[in-house]
């Protein structure tokens, strides 16, 4: 029961170890990104200092373009200026005088010349500079973006890239480039040291089903290889003409073998079809005749009944039954009244019984088939007023409930 609360305590401080940790590496990866972005910001502040100075560059190139024509507009103007000086102020008598200006114009023009072709060469000077400079800011900026791509590609580092950063920031220098090289080789070595110690603890059995996942992706990627080059093997190679044949043959015969047995089965078919379309005929024909006989068999026993014939003993004496005349539609359960068989008295009259189930049955020409039921309450009724003899009971299908 000690060890319950120890090992609970050892869980949270493993949880809290855990999370600090977490948590550090949040920090670690935040300030790698916020070097990044200095760094960025540095790439992008050269470009525009780059922009700049090809900008400036070409302002220097205009004016230095224009200061050669204002030099050569000016040498020609000087000397067109002083032949025409010379030509006006040309005295017959005093030549010898009129050199002296002429000297002196020319004097002048020469040092406005000299002085013109100084401030041309210190201009193209600054601009050769200049261009040297964009030169190599041009290839700083295209080793660095090669550098970051290569790193952010694979974390293998490559010693000429770096040989050529460290040249180009020496010959730029450091006062130039603004420690840009230096800044980015510093995140370079956090990033290295961020991915060297790994993932935490808790993402180990995460990486392992990805690797595991990666596999098994690559094995099912071969075996789908595998076999789409199996099934194109299979689709371009063709049967011999003898396999064909001998294929076809045995499709041929599967398929007459079936062919045969849907039609036997068809034939099948047709002779229940038929067989149950003569059975429901003749059952809907006894049907009516066996309505029929019940509604003439219900009338006579109800004419037997009624009260025309006298009392229920005079009635069964004097009636006398011929089942001779019984047949499929006539059933008559007791013979007419007739003033003879009145007056007759007490004359001997041989007493007749009611026919039996199975004779009834051979009479109406049906198949006789014995059910033991109970006989309904009226019927019973309406046989005792014939017979009190014990009643046969009635089949099924001649209840006369339905």
Same mark, same amino acid.
């Not at 067109?80 to 102020?89: A, R």
């Given at each position: 029961?000690?060890?319950?609360?120890?090992?609970?305590?050892?869980?949270?401080?493993?949880?809290?170890?855990?999370?600090?940790?977490?948590?550090?590496?949040?920090?670690?990866?935040?300030?790698?990104?916020?070097?990044?972005?200095?760094?960025?910001?540095?790439?992008?502040?050269?470009?525009?200092?780059?922009?700049?100075?090809?900008?400036?560059?070409?302002?220097?190139?205009?004016?230095?373009?224009?200061?050669?024509?204002?030099?050569?507009?000016?040498?020609?103007? &000087?000397?067109?200026?002083?032949?025409?000086?010379?030509?006006?102020?040309?005295?017959?008598?005093?030549?010898?005088?009129?050199? &002296?200006?002429? &000297?002196?114009?020319?004097?002048?023009?020469?040092?406005?010349?000299?002085?013109?072709?100084?401030?041309?060469?210190?201009?193209?000077?600054? +601009?050769?500079?200049?261009?040297?400079?964009?030169?190599?800011?041009?290839?700083?900026?295209?080793? *660095?973006?090669?550098?970051?791509?290569?790193?952010?590609?694979?974390?293998?580092?490559?010693?000429?890239?770096?040989?050529?950063?460290?040249?180009?920031?020496?010959?730029?220098?450091?006062?130039?480039?603004?420690?840009?090289?230096?800044?980015?080789?510093?995140?370079?070595?956090? +990033?290295?040291?961020? +991915?060297?110690?790994?993932?935490?603890?808790?993402?180990?059995?995460?990486?392992?089903?990805?690797?595991?996942?990666?596999?098994?992706?690559?094995?099912?990627?071969? *075996?789908?290889?595998?076999?789409?080059?199996?099934?194109?093997?299979?689709?371009?190679?063709?049967?011999?003409?003898?396999?064909?044949?001998?294929?076809?043959?045995?499709?041929?015969?599967?398929?007459?073998?079936?062919?045969?047995?849907?039609?036997?089965?068809?034939?099948?078919?047709?002779?229940?079809?038929?067989?149950?379309?003569?059975?429901?005929?003749?059952?809907?024909?006894?049907?009516?005749?066996?309505?029929?006989?019940?509604?003439?068999?219900?009338?006579?026993?109800?004419?037997?009944?009624?009260?025309?014939?006298?009392? &229920?003993?005079?009635?069964?004496?004097?009636?006398?039954?011929?089942?001779?005349? +019984?047949?499929?539609?006539?059933?008559?359960?007791?013979?007419?009244?007739?003033?003879?068989?009145?007056?007759?008295?007490?004359?001997?009259?041989?007493?007749?019984?009611?026919?039996?189930?199975?004779?009834?049955?051979?009479? *109406?020409?049906?198949?006789?088939?014995?059910?033991?039921?109970?006989?309904?309450?009226?019927?019973?009724?309406?046989?005792?007023?014939?017979?009190?003899?014990?009643?046969?009971?009635?089949?099924?299908?001649?209840?006369?409930?339905?």
């Amino acid at each position: 029961m000690s060890l319950l609360p120890t090992s609970g305590g050892a869980n949270r401080k493993g949880h809290k170890d855990q999370s600090a940790a977490l948590g550090e590496m949040d920090e670690h990866v935040a300030r790698l990104q916020q070097l990044l972005r200095s760094e960025q910001m540095k790439c992008s502040r050269l470009q525009q200092r780059c922009s700049h100075q090809e900008a400036k560059l070409k302002q220097q190139e205009m004016t230095s373009s224009k200061l050669r024509q204002k030099l050569s507009q000016l040498t020609d103007r &000087r000397k067109e200026k002083g032949l025409s000086i010379e030509v006006l102020n040309l005295l017959p008598g005093r030549r010898a005088k009129g050199e &002296r200006p002429s &000297r002196s114009l020319s004097h002048n023009a020469k040092q406005e010349e000299a002085a013109l072709r100084l401030m041309l060469e210190r201009r193209e000077a600054e +601009l050769r500079e200049a261009m040297k400079l964009r030169h190599s800011f041009t290839t700083l900026l295209h080793a *660095l973006r090669g550098d970051m791509e290569q790193f952010l590609e694979s974390t293998d580092m490559d010693l000429s890239g770096r040989r050529r950063l460290n040249e180009a920031e020496t010959a730029l220098g450091e006062h130039v480039t603004g420690g840009v090289v230096q800044s980015w080789r510093t995140v370079q070595k956090k +990033l290295q040291d961020a +991915l060297s110690e790994g993932p935490p603890a808790e993402e180990t059995d995460h990486y392992k089903l990805l690797v595991q996942l990666e596999t098994e992706l690559a094995e099912s990627q071969q *075996l789908v290889r595998f076999q789409q080059q199996l099934l194109q093997d299979s689709v371009a190679s063709p049967l011999p003409s003898e396999l064909s044949d001998s294929y076809f043959l045995e499709e041929w015969e599967r398929l007459q073998m079936s062919w045969e047995e849907f039609d036997r089965q068809r034939r099948t078919f047709e002779k229940e079809r038929q067989a149950f379309t003569d059975a429901a005929i003749r059952l809907s024909r006894e049907r009516c005749d066996f309505g029929r006989q019940k509604a003439s068999l219900v009338k006579q026993m109800f004419v037997c009944d009624s009260p025309l014939f006298g009392q &229920r003993a005079s009635r069964r004496e004097s009636s006398s039954f011929n089942y001779s005349v +019984l047949g499929p539609i006539n059933i008559s359960g007791c013979l007419p009244f007739t003033p003879s068989s009145t007056e007759s008295g007490n004359a001997a009259v041989p007493e007749e019984r009611l026919p039996s189930t199975p004779e009834l049955y051979s009479a *109406l020409g049906l198949s006789y088939h014995y059910r033991s039921r109970e006989v309904d309450h009226k019927s019973e009724t309406w046989i005792e007023g014939v017979d009190r003899r014990a009643h046969t009971p009635w089949p099924s299908y001649l209840d006369w409930s339905l």
